[in-house]
């Protein structure tokens, strides 16, 4: 431990039981047929970490870390040539990375907060990279209030699926999506409008299932 700073690591191992829709699901869901897998075993992880945070002044906050995630019998969702989905044991697995968060506050009211990850997800086993994971995620958000206002941003990226599975020949995009939103405070009621997906970026995070456009909601609050 340091002034205005702290080095930590940490290692722990866990399981997880696979959930009654993954071992015994039979529907069809987004047009995907789904069956079950009564033999599905549970997964087990050991996880590894070690990070750093500095506080140079009260004002700014930084904070970055490094993590390792080995998996045994990871589940995993798998179409068969008919596009019909079972959940099965991936043998053996391991996602590295990458993280880090910036937040500053330069004037009275006004924030910023920035967070990137990289990872690297891959299946040890087939000596590929794991699907529906993206290496790069990027958050940044600023808000700013004075008095009753509030004003605030917020962006997403999420760069494109390198590996998808059910439909591997579909073209893939990069997630790029801006929301807005403003509000006002009187007593204890406060009134919020929020402009979601601003830019109407089209984009999945499940293959084929177009995610919210753009869609404005109105709040209405009170502290009781």
Known sequence: IREKGICARSAGR????PSMSERFSDSVYS?????PNPDL????????????????????????????????????????ANQVVQFINVT?????????NVKAMPYPGLGFDIGYTFMN????????????RPR??????????????????????????EVIKVYPNDDRLDQKVLNLR???????YAIMLSVNNVFNYNYTQMERTIMPLRHFILTLSAKI
């Open 31 to 35: 047009g995907l047929r789904i069956i």
């Open 41 to 80: 075993k549970s997964e087990t992880a050991w996880s590894h970490e070690v990070g750093a945070n500095w506080n140079p002044t009260q004002f700014l906050y930084l904070d970055v870390s490094g993590f390792m995630n080995d998996y045994w019998d990871l589940i995993e969702p798998e179409p068969d």
């Open 136 to 161: 790069h995620l990027l958050t940044a958000g600023v808000s700013f209030n004075y008095q009753q206002f509030e004003l605030g941003a917020d962006f997403r990226y999420i760069s494109r699926f």
């Open 182 to 188: 403003t509000g006002y405070r009187i007593g204890a």
């Open 14 to 17: 866990g399981f997880r039981a």
């Open 92 to 100: 053996r697995a391991r996602i590295t990375g990458v993280e880090t």
């Open 121 to 132: 997800p891959q299946d040890i086993e087939l000596d590929t990279t794991l699907a529906y």
